[in-house]
């Protein structure tokens, strides 16, 4: 296969300090192998960006280092950029330009002829569901079409390893599931690095899933490596705003959010839970536990161990809830 | 899957003559009226208030302008590319070289230029009388403002975070190297102790070379040779200084 010399995506103590701020990415230390879907998710400012940022070979690191089999983000940038293919986080079309102008320039940017470029470029508009828009301009697109286009530009590209910073915010569910089926058709000729605040699209894409906290790379591994992590199979979610219930939870745990109260607990006990709040006409979900869930859990952890105190964790948790963002 | 032999350094080029000048002009024609009227309007200014007089040396300073002002441009559209529709992070991990992107990108604002530049082609062959060495001469200077604007244009671009900044960036070296010096007219205009300030400046020198060989000034021989030198000395320091500070990967 193509991709052979890709080898690993190796980390090593990557750590990055922006001037005058605290480190956005810290010690960053994990190896995988580059194939497939690599997921990434995290909360607002955990670091994703950054890290995707200093991978695609836009951004130094402060220190440590980061390659690609044998090719070093740093010393090897120009024969790693051979290979490579970014959509940014905030990346925009130029207003001015067509969709099919916008594809086909980014082919020959990377060296491919016009009639060659203007080909592939159709292809992948049509891929896309763009082919209607393709001789618009940009600037009369929605906000989620103009996104198709900056992605249909990398993934008509000839690169091994594509990086997409949240390549489906603003899209519709449609579209967005469309994006799903397209990312499995192309997968295993090429490594894509995706970052996501959707969940369920890091399960549905994930071959492996990483979870930034703070900088800190706080679990990888598979769905079901993740699921292990949290020791309990089934999650409920009761919706605030009903009557007050008492609720013992003895095998699993409760957390208490401002939209509602979450248990994650065993099979047996949320059985049990699930007869009493029928009982007493309250409304809940029971599910088993989602990546939603376990994302929930080991975050709040993680704040609960740094903070060294559950009151606090439980507060910051309320944060999480869509109120307030902390620090 | 293309072949990394198989890239054309040439469709390389052509893409950011595309993006950044073809495409532009084909959906937005307005902006042609722009890059014609700005080096001409200053041209007709000095032209009524000499009577006529300057009329050759002002058409010499149309043309070092619209040099000078397509680094200026280059500014401007490379920070705007980057910042506000982070191309230039698309390109960075690409294939792409910064010396193939940024000769593109200087090529399209010399595409720009164009309109702006026969207009003032036609004026020249009606009122600027130089030898067939002395406009070759001529276009050797013009060459040389528009290698040290593309320079300075790049290198403030990489450091631009946003179109405030780059803005800043832009008004203030158009109003230090084409507003107060002596361009459009002779220097000895200028009242003697801000002749000096004007010397500061490498436009001054290109256009007194200019005008020299239009047969409007006279200067020392001295003068002529030093003013080469110096053209030459500060569109080499300006592409030293482009390629060791000029930020392509982010610190
Ligand atoms: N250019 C910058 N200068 C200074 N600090 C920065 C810069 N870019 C990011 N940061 C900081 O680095 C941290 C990580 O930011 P990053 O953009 O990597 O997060 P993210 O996980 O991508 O967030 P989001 O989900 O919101 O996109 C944040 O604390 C942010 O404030
Ligand atoms: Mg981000």
New binding site residues.
């Given amino acids: 296969m193509a991709g052979s010399d890709r080898g690993m995506l190796k980390c090593s103590r990557l750590t ?1 300090v ?5 480190k ?2 810290d010690g960053i230390t994990f190896s995988v192998e580059a194939t497939g879907i690599f997921v990434l998710i ?12 200093i991978l695609a070979t836009e951004l130094e690191p402060t220190s440590g280092n980061a390659s690609f089999g044998s090719m070093d983000v740093m010393g090897d940038a120009s024969l790693l950029r051979e290979k490579i293919a970014i959509v940014p ?1 905030e990346a925009r079309t130029v207003p001015w330009m067509t969709p099919m102008q916008t594809v086909s320039a980014y082919l020959m940017w990377r060296g491919m002829g016009y009639g060659e470029a203007r080909r592939r470029a159709s292809d992948a508009l049509e891929n896309l569901g763009m082919s209607h828009y393709r001789d618009r301009l940009n600037r009369t697109l929605s906000g989620g079409m103009k996104r198709k286009v900056l992605v249909a530009a990398v993934l008509s590209s000839d690169a091994e390893i594509i990086f997409l ?2 390549p489906t915010t603003g899209l519709d569910p449609v579209s967005r599931r469309e994006f799903w089926d397209l990312m499995k058709d192309i997968e295993g000729e090429r490594f894509t690095f995706l ?1 996501t ?1 959707y969940l369920e699209e890091a399960e549905a894409l994930g071959d492996r899933i990483g979870m ?1 906290e703070a ?1 800190r790379l706080i679990r990888m591994g598979t769905l079901d490596d993740l699921r292990r992590s949290v020791r309990h199979g089934y999650s409920m979610s009761i919706p605030a705003g009903q009557k007050e219930v008492r609720i013992s939870v003895s095998e699993g745990e409760m957390l208490k959010g401002a939209d509602g109260t979450r248990i994650l607990t065993s099979e047996d006990e949320a059985f049990s839970i699930s007869r009493e709040l029928i009982r007493d006409g309250v409304k809940f979900t029971i599910n088993p536990v989602s990546l939603d869930d376990i994302f929930f859990y080991l975050v709040s952890r993680e704040r609960e161990e740094n903070a060294g105190n559950k009151g606090e964790a439980v507060e910051q948790l309320r944060g999480f809830g869509g109120e307030e963002e902390q620090a | 899957m293309d072949s990394v032999e198989k890239r054309s350094r040439l469709s390389q080029f052509s893409a950011s003559i595309l993006v950044n000048s073809l495409y532009e002009m084909k959906n937005y024609p307005v902006v042609l009226v722009n890059t014609v009227l700005s080096p001409i309007s200053f041209l007709l200014l000095i032209v009524f208030v000499s009577h006529g007089a300057l009329i050759g040396e002002a058409v010499q300073g149309g043309f070092i302008m619209s040099m000078f002002g397509a680094g200026t441009s280059l500014q401007a559209d490379l920070s705007h590319l980057k910042n506000d529709f982070k191309l230039q992070d698309m390109v960075v991990s690409s294939p792409t070289s910064w010396m193939v992107y940024v000769a593109g990108m200087a090529a399209s604002e010399l595409v720009y230029s164009v309109p702006a530049l026969a207009v003032l082609a036609i004026l020249a062959f009606y009122f600027v009388h130089m030898s067939p060495a002395g406009t070759l001469l001529f276009v050797a200077v013009l060459f040389l403002v528009f290698a040290s604007s593309m320079a300075i244009g790049y290198t403030f671009a990489t450091f631009s975070t946003d179109i405030v900044q780059s803005f800043a960036f832009s008004r203030l070296i158009s109003t230090l190297f084409s507003t107060i010096p002596p361009v459009y007219y002779p220097i000895t205009y200028i009242p003697l102790p801000y002749r000096y300030l004007a010397y500061l400046s490498p436009t001054t020198y290109a256009a007194q070379l200019a005008q020299y060989e239009g047969g409007y000034v006279h200067i020392s021989p001295q003068m002529f040779a030093a003013s080469w030198i110096i053209l030459i000395l500060v569109a080499a320091i300006l592409f030293a200084l482009a390629g060791s500070k000029a930020r392509w990967r982010e610190k």
């Fill in positions: 990055k922006y001037s005058g701020a605290r956005a990415l995290g909360r607002n400012g955990s670091g994703k960006t950054t890290l995707i940022r986080q910073d949240e970052t605040h930034l900088g």
